[in-house]
């Protein structure tokens, strides 16, 4: 009557580690996005309207499955933490990112100089967004940029839209210039090379900078230097404006006057008729920009169109007084280092 039962052990024992062993590798993976008809519509409506070859981009859509990683990285958090200026300041502001910095304006002199006469922008802004995108190059992203697009194009239905015009871009972006769509590398979101382009902004505004015949920002520092210029000055930039100047309020400034938004539309004469002041042209038109930080007293500033124009590279006030503070100190520290002529006084300090 045992017999059997004991025979069972050793057969149970063996399924188990079977199980155990089999299951990490048998686990079902995602359906590639060929599985998924969103896809499939639109391989047919690129062949429609741009020539590409439909089955082709079926293929390339067979070997890539939706990335987890990219749409948790893309979505809000759960319980969003609190707008702070005090936290998110030193992540670009710090000694490191300002030596190499420093550095890179140094390395990158004539191309910088240059890009500033032709698009009106200060050589330090430049730097200061490619600071603040990649540190200089040096994280420019991990990602798939095909398999990043095609995640967020049919997977993250709040931004559908937006990234399958990105991912449509990309395509086009890889047939002009000749690359192979599943080998590109960039951000979670799609942004590529030094600069961080989107690929829609790469096609609109990249520019061969060094002359080699082919727009290249995953590699050509000279091209993401003329690019950054380019963009900037295509969305408004006004050569020789200020960007910002901090304010001094005389209490709580009425809510409506932030509300009014990051694009200026508030005389500074009428600003200081409601107790806040600011060393600038009475006539100008600036935002009110509140700088806060849970606990601490909020920090105001003015800010001109060119600090508006900083925010159409990323649309947020702390991403654009980073870029506009980063660039100042880069500045200074230049002038300290290299104020040994009268030229390189004029270039780099501030009269």
């Not at 550095?103 to 050589?123: D, H, I, T």
């Amino acid at each position: 009557m045992n017999t059997p039962k004991l025979t069972l052990v050793p057969l149970l024992l063996a399924t188990m580690i079977t199980l155990a062993h089999a299951t990490p590798n048998s686990a079902p993976k995602a359906p590639s996005f060929a599985d998924d008809p969103a896809a499939i519509e639109f391989a047919r409506d690129l062949e429609t309207r741009h020539g590409f070859n439909a089955d082709e981009l079926i293929n390339q859509f067979a070997q890539t499955r939706p990335n987890a990683t990219v749409l948790k990285l893309i979505k809000p958090p759960a319980s969003p933490l609190q707008r702070s200026w005090e936290r998110y300041r030193p992540r670009f502001l710090n000694d490191r990112r300002i030596d190499r910095g420093t550095r890179f304006w140094q390395e990158n002199a004539a191309q910088l100089a240059k890009a500033s006469a032709v698009y009106g922008v200060p050589e330090e802004i430049i730097v200061a967004i490619i600071g603040v995108e990649t540190e200089y190059g040096r994280n420019t992203g991990g990602f798939g940029v095909f398999e990043a697009l095609s995640t967020l194009a049919f997977n993250y239905p709040r931004r559908a839209e937006f990234f399958r015009t990105e991912l449509e871009q990309f395509l086009l972006l890889a047939r002009e210039n000749k690359l192979d769509p599943m080998a590109v590398k960039g951000s979670f979101a799609g942004a590529i090379g030094i600069p961080q382009f989107m690929p829609g902004s790469q096609r609109r505004y990249a520019v061969d900078f060094d002359g080699d015949q082919r727009v290249d920002l995953a590699s050509s520092v000279d091209d993401a230097i003329g690019s950054v210029g380019r963009f900037l000055e295509q969305h408004g930039w006004q050569a020789g404006q200020p960007i910002a100047v901090p304010a001094t309020t005389s209490g709580t400034p009425e809510a409506e006057l932030i509300q009014a938004g990051i694009r200026p539309s508030l005389k500074v004469a009428d600003l200081a008729g409601k107790g806040i002041t600011a060393n600038i042209d009475p006539q100008a038109t600036a935002a009110l920009i509140d700088l806060v930080s849970p606990g601490r007293e909020t920090e105001y500033w003015l800010g001109f169109e060119n600090f508006y124009v900083i925010t159409r590279y990323n649309r947020s006030s702390f991403y654009a007084m980073s870029v506009f503070q980063l660039g100042e100190e880069i500045r200074n520290r230049m002038c300290a280092r290299q104020s040994t002529t009268t030229e390189n006084r004029a270039r780099y300090c501030r009269v």
